[in-house]
């Protein structure tokens, strides 16, 4: 079997989930039609049984206890390892989100197995064998995970979520699950909503100033975000920009960020990676600055400005600030 940590927001699996459910179905499939199950930890809402079975999953674990009623690490990890252990799994997966890698990463170390973080695919069975990316997605790694259960997480839009042709069952059994005191050591204690207004407003955006790792760091958006605001618009920046923490994802556009399709795109010291330019290819006019005349983004451009963009940017908010008086 293999078993799904799932993670719910709102009364729903979130899509991460969905997509690691998938990823799961193709991995059962290609056993030769292996179940798959779910574990649920804390408040699930009504929505989530149905929705998993018609992503297939056959049963639902639910570890419910007013003291799972916010997100703790160790004690998700238990419930995995109850649910690993009462249905005899030979893998173990989960979303490839904060939490998800916490809770894989944990339930790794209490098997003394490896772990594969963000995997976006596997080639065998026997071997298990999995490709996952790297770096902030800058590069791919190819891993061997020889012990049983295989445990890894799956990287966000590696796969899209669908339905299954045939829907499983998704009958919800109890799982019962003896907290200690080491599983509530660490737990959260408050949630604060994140800003997805921000992101829908980027998607929506007229003009888009973009930001990558030319950037050269947190302190090098100050001159973008003033453009984007004396054009009406919004800062748009690539992966390596939320990876490294400069700024955060809800502003990242491209395959795993937000799809804009403005009337001006002006990505600044940004290469042009398919997977960014998946996001940014609907862009009515490209403006690119870029210190490499043959970087992707470059040849692609409507418009190309080699430069560095902490020259040429202020430069043309001065000239815009200058016209407008
Ligand atoms: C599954 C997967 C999903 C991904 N999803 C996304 C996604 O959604 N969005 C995304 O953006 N990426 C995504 N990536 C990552 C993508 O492959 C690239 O690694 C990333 O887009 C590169 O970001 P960058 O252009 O900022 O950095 P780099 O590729 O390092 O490019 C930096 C650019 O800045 C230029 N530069 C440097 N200094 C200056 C300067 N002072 N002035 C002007 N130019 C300068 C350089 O010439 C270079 O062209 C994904 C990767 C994978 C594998």
Redesign the pocket.
Known sequence: MILVYVETAGGQATEVSLEAVTFARSLAAAGGGIPVDAVVVGPMGDAVPKELAEHGVRTVLHADSPKLATFSGAAAASAVLAARAQQKAVVLMAGGTNRGNEVMARVATRLDAAMAANV?AFSSLSPFTVTR?V????A?EELVLPKRPAVFTV?G??VEATPAEGAGSGDVVALPLQLTDDDLAVRAVSVEPVDTKAAGSLKSARVVVG??????GPEGFGDVVELAELLGGQLG?????TSLGWRPHHE??????SRIAPELYVP?????????W??CASSKTIVA????PD?P??TKATYSVV????E?VPAIVQEIRARRG
Do not use: F, K
């Open positions: 976006v990316q770096v902030g997605g800058a791919m990287a839009h590696a930001a990558g790792r030319g950037a050269g920046v690539s992966r390596v920009v990242q556009v491209g395959q795993t960020g600044c010291g940004i290469s042009g990676a398919i997977q960014h998946a996001g600055i870029n210190t490499d970087a983004m470059m430069g560095d963009m902490h040429v």
